[in-house]
C-alpha cells in the first residue's frame, strides 16, 4: 500500500489497516515470493482483519478532529461570520437614518453648590456663533484638514482602521485612542454625543457614510469647526477667534488658525495662558503648532519659505464668561478639571472628550467649599492686601497678585480658595498656577528626606533637629570632600557660624539646607517631594533646587504640609464633594492615601516648624497675633530672589492653609519685583509679612484645633535634648540650642521628652532663647531663597542675593 492509499485508509477511520511499514534490514533475510512480496508480508495476511481493528481501535480520535476542523469547514465559517457581518451592516445601514442636531440641546447650566448644599455659581449660557465656510480664510480651512485628517477631500467620510481600533478598545475597556475623520467627529459634536459605547461608534459610522453621501466636503468642514470645543466656554471657531485672538474668523492668520486647531486635541491644556507656565505642557502645544504647518507644508498647502518665516501667535489673555465673577469663577475651573481628570481615568476618555462631557452639559457638582471659611479667607487678603495697596499711588502695587489655597489635613477637601482679584479680571488662578518658586517653603521637604531616609552628615553624624551645621554664608557644599560647585549665600551674606537644624530652620539659613540636601542626596529629597505630592515631572535632581528654585502652587504646597500635618499620610486636596449629571455619578478618589513617609518623620517636621512661627520668622505676625488664642501653629516662610514670590504656608493641627504673593506685571504678564509693595518700610516683601499676616487673620477666625498630637523627641515643641555635636569641624563653639518655645498663650507641648535636658529652661518663656545675631531681621524671611532663573535648569540661574 503506497503512501496515498495508507492516507486514504486513515481518512476512512481505518476500514483496511495499511501494513506495518518495515525498514530494509528488518525485511533483508525474508524470503520473497513470486510477486516480489518478502514472505513476511504475506505471513500477516491472514491477521489483516485483527490489525486492522488494532488500527481502528487507535486512530478515531485523531481521525474525528481532523474530520471535525478541515479547511473548507474553516474557510466557510470564516465567510460564513463575513456574510453574517455585510448583512448586519447592510440592515444597519438601512434602519439608521441622519438625525436631527442636537449639539445646542446639549447645552444645558451646570450647578455648582457649597459644601451646605447652597448655590455657589449657575453656569450655563453657551458661547457659540456660526459662520459660513466662506468667511473662513482657505489657508485657515486648511490647517483644520492638517492637523486632523489630512485625506479628508478624498475619504469615505470613515477611518475603517480607526474605528476598527476605537471598536476594539471600547470593548476592551483599553479607553479611546484617536483615528477619527473630521467627518465623524463632525457627527459626534453635532448629532450624538461623547459617550464611549460600541453601539454609538457604529452609529457613528454609518451616519457619516450617509452625511458624506449627501453632503459636500465644505459643508461638513464647516459643521466641523463651528461644533468643535476650543476651550474658554468657546464652541465654533467664530467664538474661538474673539476668546483667543479677539478677532473674528475671517482675520485670523494662518498661524492663529493653526494654533485653533492644535486646540482641539486638548483645549483645556493646550490653552497657552496655561501652557506658558508648564515646560511640558509649553512644549507639546509647541510641537502640535509645528506639526500642523508642517502638514500643509507637506500637502503643498503652504510654501515652505513662508513656513520657515512663521511665528508662533500668542494669544491674549482671556476673560472669564458673566456668572463667574469674583472667586467663583476659580472655584467652577478648578472643580471641572477635577471632575475631567476622574472621567479621563474612569472612562478612559481623552481631555477634549472629557470637557465637552463636563462644560455646560448639566451637572450638579457639590464642592468642598466651606461657606464661611471661603468668605472669611476672601476678607482677610482684603484686609491683610488688597485693601492696603494703591495702584495709583505706587506703580508696584499694581503688580501684586494673591493666591491661597485651605485644605482639611484629615479629609483632604479643599475647604476654601482665593484665586485672585476677580475671575473676570484676572483668569489665571493664583492658587494653582505652578511658574513661581516656593523658595524656603521647600526647606521642611529637604529635613523630612532626611529624616526618613536616616542620613547623615559627611563626617557620619545622624541628622535630626539637634544637628549642627555649619551656617557661613557663601559656604561651598561638600561631597565627600569634594567640592560640587555651588555655595550659596544666606540674606544680607549673614554668618550665622555653627548653628543647629532647629535654629536653621528657624532662621531659614541657605547655607545649611543646601549642605543638607547633598549629605541626603538630591535624588531622595526629589523623590520624598514627589512622594509629598509635588509634582517633580522635568526637575532637575541638583543641589540648587534646596533654595526651592522650582516651580510649584499654593495648593500644591498646602497638599504636601497637610500630608506631614497628617503624620506622613497623603493628602491629595479635592475641591469636588459629589458630581452628578442625572443619572450619571462618578465616584471620585479619595483624597487621603497611604502613608508616604513615617509618623515619626512627619511629626518631627512639624515640631520644628513651631519654632518658625515662636521663634523665627513668623514670629512677628503669628506667634504674636492676638487672635492665636493658644493654638499651637507650624509653618514656614518663603521669599524668592528679588522678591518676585513670597509665601507663608502653615499649618494648625486641624487645617493647612498656603498663601502667596506674586509679582506679575499688570501689562507684559512677566514676573517682576514686590519691594515696595504696600508702601513697606523697609520695602522688602518677605514670606512673614503680607503672608503671614493674611494666614493669621484667617486662619485664628475658623480654626479650632489647639494642640499637636505628635510622635516624636525632637523639635521645637518638645523639651530641649541635650547639647548636640557640631558636623563639618566648627571653627567656633556651638550656639546653644534652642528651646523655641511659644509664648506664654500656647498650648503646651503634647509629648514628654525621653531624655533629661543637659540645660535647664528658662521659667518663663517670655522671649526666644535662641537670639538672632546682630542684623537679623526676626519678623522678614532672612534667607527663603530660591532663584530667578530657569525652574526646570536652577543651575543657570542667578546666586541669591546677585
Known amino acids: 500500500m503506497g503512501r496515498a492509499e495508507e492516507r486514504r485508509a486513515r481518512q476512512r477511520g481505518g476500514r483496511r489497516a495499511a501494513p506495518k511499514r518495515r525498514s530494509p534490514e528488518s525485511t533483508a533475510g525474508a524470503p520473497q515470493t513470486a510477486g516480489g512480496t518478502h514472505a513476511a508480508d504475506g505471513a500477516t495476511a491472514p491477521g489483516g482483519r485483527a490489525a486492522s481493528r488494532s488500527a481502528k481501535t487507535a486512530k478515531p480520535p485523531k481521525g474525528r478532529i481532523r474530520r471535525l476542523f478541515t479547511w473548507k469547514k474553516i474557510l466557510g465559517t470564516f465567510f460564513g461570520f463575513c456574510l453574517l457581518g455585510i448583512a448586519g451592516f447592510a440592515a444597519l445601514y438601512l434602519y439608521v437614518d441622519i438625525p436631527k442636531g442636537n449639539a445646542a440641546a446639549q447645552q444645558e447650566s451646570n450647578i455648582y453648590k457649597y459644601s451646605d448644599g447652597t448655590l455657589l455659581a449657575r453656569v450655563g449660557e453657551t458661547n457659540r456663533e456660526s459662520v459660513d465656510l466662506a468667511n473662513v480664510p482657505k489657508d485657515v480651512q486648511h490647517t483644520f484638514v492638517a492637523a486632523e485628517n489630512k485625506s479628508f477631500y478624498g475619504d469615505s467620510g470613515i477611518d475603517l482602521k480607526g474605528l476598527a481600533r476605537g471598536l476594539f478598545n471600547t470593548v476592551t475597556g483599553r479607553g479611546t485612542q484617536g483615528g477619527s475623520t473630521i467627518t465623524q467627529q463632525y457627527v459626534k459634536n453635532y448629532y450624538l454625543n461623547q459617550d464611549q459605547t460600541a453601539t454609538r461608534k457604529l452609529k457613528e459610522m454609518v451616519i457619516s457614510l450617509k452625511v458624506d453621501q449627501k453632503e459636500s466636503k465644505e459643508y461638513i468642514l464647516a459643521g466641523y469647526i463651528n461644533t468643535s470645543y476650543y476651550g474658554r466656554n468657546a464652541y465654533g471657531i467664530q467664538a474661538a477667534a474673539q476668546a483667543y485672538y479677539q478677532t473674528d474668523a475671517r482675520k485670523l492668520s494662518v498661524e492663529q488658525g493653526a494654533y485653533l486647531a492644535a486646540l482641539l486635541q486638548a483645549p ?246 543646601a549642605q543638607m540636601g547633598v549629605d541626603v542626596g538630591m535624588p531622595k529629597v526629589m523623590d520624598t517631594a514627589k512622594k509629598l505630592g509635588m509634582d517633580t515631572d522635568g526637575m532637575q535632581a541638583v543641589p540648587a533646587q534646596t533654595l526651592g528654585s522650582m516651580g510649584a502652587s499654593p495648593l500644591e504646597m498646602a497638599g504636601i504640609y497637610a500630608t506631614l500635618a497628617n503624620h506622613g499620610n497623603q493628602v491629595t486636596p479635592s475641591i469636588i464633594k459629589s458630581a452628578q449629571q442625572k443619572t450619571r455619578s462618578p465616584q471620585m478618589p479619595d483624597p487621603i492615601g497611604g502613608s508616604v513617609i513615617s509618623r515619626t518623620a512627619a511629626d518631627t517636621v512639624t515640631s520644628v516648624l513651631t519654632g518658625v512661627v515662636d521663634d523665627g520668622t513668623a514670629s512677628g505676625s503669628v506667634a504674636s497675633n492676638p487672635l492665636r488664642d493658644g493654638r499651637q501653629v507650624a509653618g514656614k516662610t518663603g521669599t524668592s530672589d528679588e522678591d518676585k514670590s513670597a509665601w507663608f504656608t502653615g499649618y494648625t493641627p486641624d487645617l493647612v492653609t498656603s498663601v502667596g504673593l506674586f509679582g506679575e506685571d499688570v501689562k507684559t504678564k512677566a514676573h517682576v519685583s514686590l519691594t515696595g509693595a504696600g508702601g513697606l518700610i523697609p520695602p522688602r516683601v518677605n514670606g512673614g509679612g503680607y503672608p503671614a499676616k493674611i494666614w493669621a487673620a484667617y486662619t485664628f477666625g475658623v480654626s479650632h484645633g489647639t494642640k499637636f498630637d505628635l510622635n516624636t523627641t525632637q523639635g521645637a515643641a518638645v523639651a530641649p535634648t541635650p547639647t548636640p555635636t557640631f558636623s563639618h569641624s566648627p571653627s567656633s563653639t556651638p550656639s546653644q540650642t534652642p528651646s523655641s518655645k511659644p509664648p506664654t498663650s500656647s498650648a503646651p507641648p503634647s509629648r514628654s521628652p525621653s531624655q533629661t535636658p543637659s540645660t535647664t529652661p528658662p521659667s518663663t518663656p517670655t522671649t526666644p532663647s535662641q537670639t538672632p545675631p546682630s542684623g537679623t531681621p526676626t519678623t522678614g524671611d532672612p534667607a527663603d531663597g530660591g532663584t530667578a532663573g530657569d525652574p526646570l535648569n536652577p543651575d543657570d540661574s542667578p546666586a541669591l542675593g546677585q
Open 268 to 513: 483645556s491644556q493646550y490653552d497657552w495662558t496655561v501652557a506658558s507656565s508648564n515646560a511640558t505642557l509649553k512644549k507639546l502645544v509647541l510641537n502640535r503648532w509645528n506639526y500642523v504647518l508642517d502638514n500643509m507644508v507637506k500637502q503643498h498647502w503652504l510654501d515652505p519659505a513662508k513656513r520657515q518665516a512663521m511665528k508662533f501667535p500668542v494669544p491674549k489673555e482671556p476673560k472669564g464668561a458673566p456668572g463667574e465673577e469674583g472667586q467663583k469663577g476659580y472655584l467652577v475651573e478648578l472643580a471641572n478639571q477635577q471632575l475631567e481628570d476622574q472621567l479621563m481615568k474612569q472612562e478612559g476618555i481623552s481631555r477634549t472628550d472629557a470637557a465637552q462631557q463636563v462644560v455646560k452639559r448639566g451637572w450638579t457638582i457639590t464642592l468642598n467649599i466651606d461657606k464661611k471659611k471661603q468668605a472669611a479667607l476672601e476678607k482677610a487678603v482684603k484686609a491683610e492686601l488688597t485693601g492696603r495697596l494703591e495702584p495709583k499711588k505706587r506703580k508696584v502695587d499694581a503688580n501684586v497678585q494673591a493666591g491661597a489655597a485651605s485644605v482639611d489635613p484629615k479629609t483632604g477637601k479643599i475647604v476654601a480658595m482665593y484665586g485672585g482679584q476677580d475671575y473676570l479680571k484676572h483668569f489665571y488662578n493664583n492658587a494653582t498656577r505652578r511658574d513661581y518658586q516656593p523658595a524656603s517653603t521647600f526647606k521642611p521637604v529637604i529635613l523630612a528626606a532626611a529624616l526618613q531616609q536616616n542620613a547623615t552628615t559627611q563626617d557620619g553624624k545622624p541628622i535630626n533637629a539637634d544637628t549642627v551645621y555649619d551656617g557661613t554664608s557663601g559656604r561651598q557644599v561638600l561631597d565627600h570632600g569634594s567640592k560640587v560647585g555651588f555655595g550659596p549665600p544666606n540674606e544680607d551674606h549673614h554668618n550665622y557660624g555653627p548653628i543647629t537644624v532647629q535654629t536653621a530652620m528657624n532662621q531659614s539659613v541657605n547655607s545649611v539646607f
